[in-house]
């Protein structure tokens, strides 16, 4: 049982590319959320999905996509990476989106 | 408008003394709350939580204590340990809510020297 795993671990893009982050969970989880994490300003809710196909934006969204096709994947996806999307990104996971949540080690993304 | 609110950035406590971080929150809809470490270069991990029909939760050298009048929970951990050092988040939810997700705090970072 892995929990929630994410790749990469680390991640340097220029600006104007793009990638996708992996996000995978074995718990069966139906809730799965991505956050951005930045000095001084916590944990911001980025997009989440309560179930497969079911995808709805958090706080922070512009300039990320997602998809939830299976239960146990929630890629997030860079179009078109910014500066300003330098940051530490988790993934977590949970049987609901309002209780216990159990987050993945994240990646660290810096563009430049 | 920061539902969630840590007003302080960082706490430095003697091993062996007790922590006190706090917490404060301007929803009244929310019902649970949440309590989770961090330590650097790791993922969150859950620590404690509450349920709003309860004013104290304890685990171990663990506790939360919320008031509701008053909108504020707040985590002792006693005795402290180095072990403990960690950024602290707090995090509240609304149950069946429009917003079904956790909403944290900015996060609290505990230094418990020897």
């Known amino acids: 049982n892995a929990g929630v795993t994410q790749t990469p671990k680390f991640q340097v893009l220029k600006t104007g590319q793009s990638m996708t982050l992996q996000c995978a969970q074995d718990?069966?989880?139906?809730?799965m959320s991505w956050y951005r994490q930045d000095p001084g300003m916590g944990l911001r809710l980025i997009h989440y999905?309560?179930?497969?196909?079911?995808?709805d934006q958090g706080e922070v969204p512009n300039g990320y996509n997602v998809s939830r096709s299976t239960t146990e994947d929630f890629p997030l996806r860079l179009l078109s990476a910014a500066p300003s999307q330098t940051s530490v990104y988790f993934c977590?996971?949970?049987?609901?989106?309002?209780?216990?949540?159990?987050f993945g080690p994240g990646t660290r993304l810096t563009v430049t | 408008d920061q539902q969630v609110k840590q007003n302080s950035p960082s706490l430095s406590v003697q091993e062996g003394r007790i922590s006190i971080l706090n917490c404060d929150y301007t929803?009244?809809?929310?019902?649970?709350f949440l309590w989770y470490k961090k330590y650097p270069a790791e993922g969150p991990t859950f620590l404690i939580s509450i349920s709003s029909i309860k004013d104290k939760n304890e685990d171990g050298r663990f506790t939360v204590f919320l008031n509701k009048s008053a909108k504020h929970l707040s985590l002792h951990i006693v005795p402290s340990q180095p072990g403990d050092s960690a950024v602290y988040f707090c995090?509240?939810?609304?149950?069946?809510?429009?917003?079904?997700?956790?909403?944290f705090g900015k996060g609290t970072k505990l230094s418990v020297k020897p």
């Open positions: 995090a509240a939810s609304e149950d069946g809510g429009s917003q079904g997700n956790l909403i």
């Open positions: 718990m069966n989880h139906e809730y």
């Open positions: 929803n009244s809809m929310f019902d649970y």
């Open positions: 999905s309560v179930g497969a196909g079911i995808t």
């Open positions: 977590a996971s949970s049987l609901t989106g309002d209780r216990e949540q159990y």
